[in-house]
């Protein structure tokens, strides 16, 4: 068993919710906390953008980033959503086991 991974990802705020279950649904991550008022700047299309936003702080297995990164563009409305995968050094145990029982998408 490995650590869990944490997963960024960005929403508009308006669609947090649903994209965080359809996530934990799909069982491509085990737990996803949503930051609400996240002011994001950033380039887009040649110019300089400002969004609000609520970002998705997502705890997954690495067995199941794969699936995770494969599904996320239909699931978001982004043309391009943000998937930040973090590496963890460390977890409660019980965490972790916890993570890689939930986030398993061939359990389905």
Not at 22 to 50: H, K, M, Q, T, Y
Request: hydrophobic share 45%.
């Amino acid at each position: 068993m490995s650590n869990p991974l944490v997963v960024l990802i960005t929403a508009s705020e308006s669609e947090a919710a649903d994209l965080a279950e359809a996530l934990v649904e799909r069982r491509l991550v085990a737990c996803v906390n949503i930051v609400p008022n996240v002011e994001s700047v950033f380039r887009w299309d040649g110019g300089v953008e400002r969004e609000p936003e609520a970002l998705l702080v997502c705890k997954t297995s690495a067995e199941a980033y794969d699936a995770l990164e494969s599904e996320l563009p239909s699931l978001h409305s982004y043309d391009v959503p943000e998937c930040i995968a973090i590496e963890t050094d460390r977890a409660l145990a019980a965490y972790a086991q916890w993570v890689s029982a939930e986030a398993r998408p061939d359990d389905r």
